[in-house]
């Protein structure tokens, strides 16, 4: 693999960061640099990939972070807030983080970013998550980087602490997994093994000023995907679909308790709405074959190097 300089990952200690670094260790490239607030999973990253550099700094505030910027070819940025019961994290998180960040790459020179939005930005759903990442991207756009915009739909992987990484765990856990309505709501999940193969692509041919709808290239409906996971992970529980106003009125009841639930009525509300997004030929444009959902999620779930691994909230 030619070398492709030093990579700044923000927000790289999550689902999508842990997987690209693995994948560039993979590829011998190790001049990488992984900005996270969370030092148990910075820890996680260090301890797997000792030869990356971790800086654990909250990019919401001004700070020496900023100087691993100096020297940097690539950054990729990946830092938001996915989930919360308040407006003031999404802000804190997702906008000025990414304000911050867009200051630091102006004053220090990276030449190049790879920003990882969502495929929220184009979905029906009005929620903290959808509006903050649709003003996340804007910024990008307006900031004058040579950028790339990158819009995933519903990731799963290795280090998958939400989502589908949380729900095979929660099924191991309990004799009834609960299912909101009749399940049947379509999802185009994303294996995070693709998408990182995608961005190292950007890497090395660095289009800009351009925007990729990065969808699944499966469809399957919430009810099949969960019982995909539990055939996956041999979970003994019960599948039960329960009435949507009792199964939301349930998530608030643990919202009460739980100051960062690792589901909310909100991402009840998007799961539900109905969304389906376009599907590009991204196989051919970034020259990277997409993996079978079942094949994913064996991978997912039987790798002895990192399956067991898990992030922490």
């Given at each position: 693999?030619?070398?492709?300089?030093?990579?700044?990952?923000?927000?790289?200690?999550?689902?999508?960061?842990?997987?690209?670094?693995?994948?560039?260790?993979?590829?011998?490239?190790?001049?990488?640099?992984?900005?996270?607030?969370?030092?148990?999973?910075?820890?996680?990253?260090?301890?797997?990939?000792?030869?990356?550099?971790?800086?654990?700094?909250?990019?919401?505030?001004?700070?020496?972070?900023?100087?691993?910027?100096?020297?940097?070819?690539?950054?990729?940025?990946?830092?938001?807030?996915?989930?919360?019961?308040?407006?003031?994290?999404?802000?804190?998180?997702?906008?000025?983080?990414?304000?911050?960040?867009?200051?630091?790459?102006?004053?220090?020179?990276?030449?190049?970013?790879?920003?990882?939005?969502?495929?929220?930005?184009?979905?029906?759903?009005?929620?903290?998550?959808?509006?903050?990442?649709?003003?996340?991207?804007?910024?990008?756009?307006?900031?004058g980087i040579p950028y790339v915009v990158l819009?995933?739909?519903?990731?799963?992987?290795?280090?998958?602490?939400?989502?589908?990484?949380?729900?095979?765990?929660?099924?191991?856990?309990?004799?009834?997994?609960?299912?909101?309505?009749?399940?049947?709501?379509?999802?185009?999940?994303?294996?995070?093994?693709?998408?990182?193969?995608?961005?190292?692509?950007?890497?090395?041919?660095?289009?800009?000023?351009?925007?990729?709808?990065?969808?699944?290239?499966?469809?399957?409906?919430?009810?099949?995907?969960?019982?995909?996971?539990?055939?996956?992970?041999d979970a003994r529980c019960v599948i039960v679909?329960?009435?949507?106003?009792?199964?939301?009125?349930?998530?608030?009841?643990?919202?009460?308790?739980?100051?960062?639930?690792?589901?909310?009525?909100?991402?009840?509300?998007?799961?539900?709405?109905?969304?389906?997004?376009?599907?590009?030929?991204?196989?051919?444009?970034?020259?990277?074959?997409?993996?079978?959902?079942?094949?994913?999620?064996?991978?997912?779930?039987?790798?002895?190097?990192?399956?067991?691994?898990?992030?922490?909230?």
């Open positions: 693999m030619t070398e492709l300089g030093k990579i700044v990952i923000t927000g790289g200690a999550g689902l999508v960061g842990q997987n690209l670094v693995a994948c560039l260790e993979d590829h011998a490239h190790r001049n990488v640099v992984v900005i996270d607030k969370s030092p148990a999973n910075l820890a996680i990253l260090q301890n797997l990939h000792p030869q990356v550099s971790t800086v654990c700094a909250d990019l919401a505030e001004h700070g020496a972070w900023e100087q691993q910027f100096d020297g940097a070819d690539t950054v990729v940025m990946l830092q938001a807030q996915i989930g919360a019961t308040a407006r003031a994290p999404f802000v804190r998180n997702t906008i000025v983080s990414t304000q911050n960040v867009l200051g630091a790459i102006k004053s220090r020179g990276p030449g190049y970013l790879i920003h990882v939005s969502s495929s929220v930005v184009n979905s029906v759903a009005n929620d903290l998550y959808s509006t903050t990442k649709r003003e996340q991207e804007h910024l990008v756009v307006q900031s819009r995933p739909t519903l990731m799963f992987g290795w280090f998958d602490r939400k989502h589908l990484g949380w729900l095979s765990r929660f099924m191991r856990r309990v004799p009834v997994f609960p299912i909101p309505g009749d399940g049947r709501y379509l999802r185009q999940p994303l294996y995070v093994g693709d998408f990182c193969q995608i961005i190292l692509s950007c890497l090395k041919s660095r289009p800009i000023a351009q925007a990729f709808d990065i969808t699944g290239r499966e469809r399957i409906d919430y009810i099949d995907m969960i019982r995909e996971i539990r055939r996956a992970v679909r329960i009435p949507y106003g009792l199964f939301d009125n349930l998530l608030r009841l643990w919202a009460m308790f739980d100051k960062n639930p690792p589901f909310t009525t909100e991402q009840l509300a998007a799961l539900v709405a109905g969304d389906v997004f376009d599907v590009i030929d991204w196989e051919r444009i970034f020259g990277v074959n997409a993996t079978p959902f079942t094949v994913a999620i064996n991978r997912t779930f039987h790798d002895p190097r990192y399956s067991d691994i898990a992030l922490h909230f």
